[in-house]
């Protein structure tokens, strides 16, 4: 398996830091991305791409279906403010072009595999679970910053984006509609180039047919969209019985006491500690 190197257009660039799909060269929709498929050094995770060829008819297809399952469904509320947000039951939807997007989902699960996974098994590279759902934003609508890593017992490896429709965008408007990746990884950028060398964003810039791969517990959130026209995602999570994921949990929320009295929270605390150093043993710090 051989990476293409990061071009202008997709690399995390500190000054810019925008990725838009580039043209690709035409070959059949079904094949393996090979080496048009694309990793994006981003702090110290690796988010990789492509986009898929020859899609517009499929795109069609997925956006009827999306269209008519919104339609006749409430959808759930998660990450998202306003617009809709379908069940996690992609897989269920019984639609020739829902099973033509699932079979590049599990090409791209094999090639992420062989991108990332020293010496795979070939029982690695099949027998993914994928759980998918559909997103639809309209003007105004957007998703807060969020992960996919899931819960204790459900925690997934990888996640992924497939873009539909990008609902026109809006020239005159920063960052209308994108995708927004955040590195948390405290790995320092070029400080020359950024105020904050500690703070970094991937800006993925919607485009019909582009999939974007990326480690479940990366946050990442959606700007507002800014026309009437649907913007049309599909979301997936990756998750494999021969992988084991560590354990990955987020800090404890503040407590009503540190959100209302952090003052005199602090006093206390230090008061802990130095109790605890006089009788240790006696005063948890």
Same mark, same amino acid.
Request: net charge positive.
């Given at each position: ?41 981003? &702090?110290?995770?690796?988010?990789? !791409?492509? =986009?898929?060829?020859?899609? $517009?008819?499929?795109? @069609?297809? %997925?956006?009827?279906? #999306? ?14 403010? &306003?617009?809709?947000?379908?069940? !996690?039951? =992609?897989?269920?939807?019984? $639609?020739?072009?829902? @099973?033509? %997007?699932?079979?590049? #989902? ?14 795979? &098994? ?37 996640? &992924? ?125």
């Amino acid at each position: 398996m051989r990476l293409r190197a990061p071009d202008a257009t997709s690399r995390a660039d500190p000054s810019g830091n925008r990725m838009k799909a580039s043209p690709r060269p035409a070959s059949s929709s079904s094949a393996a991305p090979e080496s048009r498929m694309e990793l994006i050094e981003f &702090g110290a995770v690796p988010v990789l !791409r492509y =986009l898929w060829p020859e899609s $517009d008819e499929l795109n @069609a297809a %997925l956006r009827r279906v #999306v269209l008519a399952k919104m339609a006749g469904s409430q959808g759930l509320v998660d990450s998202n403010e &306003g617009g809709w947000h379908s069940e !996690r039951d =992609l897989a269920t939807w019984e $639609d020739p072009a829902i @099973a033509t %997007l699932l079979e590049r #989902v599990r090409t791209m699960a094999r090639e992420l595999v062989a991108a990332t996974v020293s010496s795979p &098994g070939s029982e690695h590279l099949d027998g993914w679970q994928i759980e998918g759902w559909a997103n639809v934003n309209t003007r105004g609508a957007l998703n807060k910053s969020h992960h996919h890593a899931g819960g204790r017992t459900n925690r997934n490896l990888w996640s &992924g984006i497939y873009y539909v429709d990008d609902g026109g965008l809006a020239a005159d408007v920063r960052d209308a509609g994108v995708t927004k990746f955040e590195d948390r990884s405290g790995v320092p950028k070029e400080i020359l180039r950024c105020p904050n060398p500690f703070e970094r964003e991937l800006t993925v810039v919607p485009t019909p047919g582009l999939m974007v791969c990326f480690p479940a517990t990366l946050r990442h959130y959606v700007c507002p969209h800014p026309t009437g026209a649907a913007r049309i995602t599909i979301a997936f999570n990756l998750k494999h019985p021969g992988f084991v994921i560590p354990r990955y949990a987020e800090p404890d929320p503040p407590t009503f006491l540190w959100r209302n009295l952090r003052g005199p929270m602090l006093v206390a605390s230090r008061a802990r500690r130095a109790l605890g150093r006089w009788w240790p043993g006696s005063w948890r710090s």
